[in-house]
């Protein structure tokens, strides 16, 4: 049954976006449900309940978390088939992005119970508007992999993206995570370093990746806290490039599992790239694995 005919006796799961610094963030509309709704999930109840008004009846909380939110969910699905409205809130945003609530959101449309956004802040959205690069079209590619060989791997397969990419960073991260997007991307790719935002030290640079790096470097306190950087598209993308990184891709998924030769065939095949070339991505990928 679609959400929306969902029958009156159930209650309504409101995602509500929350501050990501500044708690003059929280919209009106959200502070009135967190004000009245009887149940509220969120990442980590201590830090949400200071966005909670004083009431009569404080709401039942709920922990919904990446370790847990499989059986909290189950949890939140009752009370929502009860007829309690319920609030789902993460730490700092909105939920789901980068955060947990997915299994939740995804269970309460398959139950047929109804689901409403209440927007507000976003992180990848707030630095998105404030750096200057282009934004009809962007990829939000969330957080990188931990260890640098995982990373490069990854953002090699990005690197001629024609569009905006959206990445979340821990400020300790910085310096390493650039240094290797300028190498992925070059030196002199344009991005930008949004940090802190709406925080009492937030600092949003424009420059190039390598320049990012530099200014990142310079200073200890620009590598505390949390960060997004994103990254101006690959100039002068065609279909042709665009095919190159299909295969690139393509390269990752098969040069482990399929002798070289035979892995070359298939990438032509599904893209049209010349056997030469795809032969050399295959054979580029297995270096960097060895």
């Known amino acids: 049954m679609p959400a929306s005919d969902a029958p009156d006796s159930t209650g309504t799961l409101y995602v509500i976006a929350t501050p990501i610094g500044h708690l ?15 149940v509220i999930a969120a990442e980590d109840t201590r830090t949400s309940q200071k ?18 939110e499989a059986r909290a969910a189950e949890r939140v699905l009752d009370h929502l088939r009860a007829g309690d409205d319920v609030a789902l809130v993460s730490d700092a945003g909105t939920p789901l992005v980068s955060d947990p609530g997915y299994r939740l959101v995804d269970g309460a449309h398959a139950a047929g119970l109804a689901v409403l956004p209440v927007p507000g802040p976003c992180a990848a959205i707030a630095a998105l508007s404030a750096s200057g690069l282009a934004s009809d079209r962007f990829a939000f590619e969330g957080f990188l992999p931990a260890k640098a060989g995982a990373r490069r791997k990854r953002l090699a397969a990005l690197a001629e993206a024609p569009h905006t990419l959206i990445f979340y960073v821990p400020a300790r991260d910085l310096v390493g995570v650039l240094g290797d997007l300028a190498e992925a991307f070059g030196a002199e790719r344009p991005g930008c370093v949004a940090r802190e935002l709406t925080k009492r030290f ?48 393509l390269a990752d ?38």
């Open 51 to 68: 966005l909670v008004p004083s009431r009569a009846i404080p709401p039942h909380w709920i922990a919904l978390h990446d370790h847990n």
């Open 253 to 290: 998924a098969l040069a482990g599992e399929l002798p070289p030769a035979r892995a070359a065939r298939v990438i032509r095949a599904l893209t049209g790239l010349p056997r030469a070339d795809a032969f050399a991505l295959v054979e580029a990928r297995r270096e960097r694995e060895s």
């Open 24 to 38: 003059g963030d929280l919209s009106p509309r959200a502070a009135e449900l967190l004000g009245r709704v009887p």
């Open 202 to 249: 937030e600092q949003v640079r424009r420059d190039g990746l390598a320049a990012l790096a530099e200014w990142t470097a310079a200073d200890p306190d620009r590598q505390r806290g949390e960060a997004v950087v994103l990254v101006a598209g690959a100039p002068g993308t065609d279909g042709a490039t665009a095919s190159k990184v299909t295969a690139s891709a």
